[in-house]
Each structure stands twice: as C-alpha cells, then as structure tokens.
C-alpha cells in the first residue's frame, strides 16, 4: 500500500487543473441559463443546472485540497486531510440522489413519453458533452491517487454520459420518433451512476469509520509484531487508515521478561518491520513488561491507560 508520496506531484498544477475545471463548467452555465431565457427552453436551463452541479462538485474538492495541507495545529492534531474524504463523500451521496432521481424521471417518462424539443437541444448537449470530455481530461490523472478528486471526476462522468443519452435519444426521435429510447438510456445511464457510487463510497466510509486498510490484514500485521524477537504479546490495537494513503497502528506490547533492558530496541525493529512490511510509518506503541501486562487483555481496543500499571 503507497502511504501518499506519490500524490504529491506537483499541487499548484493540480490546483490549476481543477480551477480551469470549474471556470469552463461555471461558464457553460452561465451560457446556458442565458441561452434558455432568450430562446424560452427549459430544456436548456435543466442541462445548465445539471452542469452547475458538476462545477459545485468540483469546488468542494477543490476546497478540500487546499484545507487538507493545512499544518497540524491544537485544534487538529492530525491535521486536515480527512477533509477530502468527507468532500469525497459528499459529492458520492449526491451522486447517489442524482441516480435515484433520474430513475424516477425514467420511469415517468415510460408511463407517459415526452417530445423532444428538436435539434437545439441535441447541440446543447454536443456543447455540454465537450466541456464535459475537457473536465475530464484536466482531471482525469488526478484522480487515480484522490479519492476526493474520484468523487468530482465521476460526477464528470455521469454527466458526460447525460450528454451523449441526450444525443443520442434525441437523434433517434427526431429521425424515428422512437420516443421510449430516451428512458431507456436514462436508465442505463442511473444504474451505471449508483453502481460506481455505491462501489467507491465503500471505502471511504471505511475511512471515516476508522476502519483497517482493505488491502492489508490486520492479522498479518499483529503476527509480524509477535514474531519480532523480544515480544512476547501484543493487544488493544488500533489499526486504522489515516487517510487514503497511509495507515496507523496504535497497539500495546509486551516485552518478554528478562528483555525489558532491550525494550527500546525491539519497539526501534517493530517499526522498522512494520515500515518494510506494510508501509506503516505512524506507530504508537505502549511497552509493558511481562510481569507487569494488562489483565486480561482483548486483541483489539480496549479500555484507557490509565487504569493499568506498566513496567
């Protein structure tokens, strides 16, 4: 598992990536609203919302870049860079309604299908899927290693794949009148949005709920600790992703007896074992002597240090 030194490839250029992003959805936008309240289209103005959101989604992320490098202070020890996992699930659960309504939408539009209002509205949307495919390609390498950018690019997406429904179905009716191709599409393109939704707001979650990297067994990691000469035990371990990048383990060891002479150089190999092994480069580790280990410990949490004694 990476712990996140590659992502920091060049952030001014990152951030120049998103912000040119948002101007050129904030301009289509405008555009659009403008365009639909001279031509009387609300057509128009729905697409232009649609667009507005994909420019929010962007700002949230781009917000969330910018808190995240802020240094570690009083109020945040840990820092701000769980900011982007939030952003991240923010922008994933609108994602998530948007699907949900478009399957609404579609399903209406079965019951009772809609004339499509001729070819103005297939450019708009010819209009809309470029700025779409350039948003994309600004932050497309970007968001392999930022599950905060993931989250704007696949709002990106989603919206692209409005466009080109909205091409292709309006087509398809001004030449056909194939009236039902247009919920249909719809359909295909709520159940490819909820399918990557629910798919990448798994992991994030898990981020939030402190859960262990997926990629890494937590057992793994305790038995490597056992296995480092010296130790006799490990229990209350926390083990935990920071963020999407790194990972933490807060545990309590026992030193074997006889070694406690020896402790700080077998907490020094578990590190460096743990660093080697998994990339884990933020370990907090409590000491105990054998004679003096917690009473009946339990493998994983447990209960405050204050209330045990330690060697």
């Known amino acids: 598992m990476g712990h996140g030194h590659h992502h920091h490839v060049d952030l001014e250029a990152g951030d120049r990536r998103v912000f ?14 403008v365009g639909g309240i001279v031509s009387g289209s609300l057509a128009l103005i729905a697409d232009a919302l649609h667009n507005f959101s994909d420019a929010i989604s962007l700002i949230i992320a781009f917000g969330a870049r910018k808190i995240a490098r802020r240094p570690r202070d009083a109020e945040m020890t840990f820092g701000y860079g769980r900011v982007e996992v939030v952003a991240a699930l923010i922008n994933y659960t609108t994602l998530i309604v948007i699907g949900l309504y478009l399957l609404y939408e579609a399903a209406m539009r079965f019951a009772d299908p809609q004339p499509v209002e001729g070819w103005l509205i297939v450019i708009i949307a010819g209009i809309a899927l470029i ?23 696949l709002h990106n997406v989603a919206d692209a794949l409005g466009s080109v429904a909205v091409i292709v179905a309006g087509t398809l009716i001004l030449l056909y009148d194939w009236r039902l191709i247009d919920p249909l599409v719809t359909v295909l393109i709520a159940g490819y949005i909820l399918w990557q939704s629910f798919r990448e707001i798994g992991p994030v979650i898990r981020i939030l709920m402190l859960g262990s990297p997926p990629e890494i067994e937590t057992d793994a990691v305790l038995d490597t600790v056992r296995g480092i000469d010296g130790v006799m035990g490990i229990h209350h371990a926390h083990f935990w992703q920071m963020d999407e990048h790194r990972a933490a383990l807060d545990a309590h060891v026992v030193i074997a007896e006889g070694r406690w002479s020896d402790a700080d150089a077998v ?42 004694r330690h060697g």
């Open 131 to 153: 700025v779409d495919a350039v948003t994309a390609a600004l932050t497309y390498a970007m968001s392999k290693s930022s599950v905060n950018i993931r989250a704007a690019f």
């Open 20 to 33: 040119a992003a948002i101007a050129v959805n904030m301009g289509l936008t405008v555009a659009q609203i």
């Open 267 to 308: 907490k020094e190999r578990i590190k460096a074992a743990l660093a080697d092994r998994f990339d884990i480069e933020h370990t907090t580790l409590e000491l105990e002597c054998a004679r003096h280990a917690c009473d009946d410990p339990s493998e994983f949490g447990g209960q405050g240090h204050g209330d045990e």
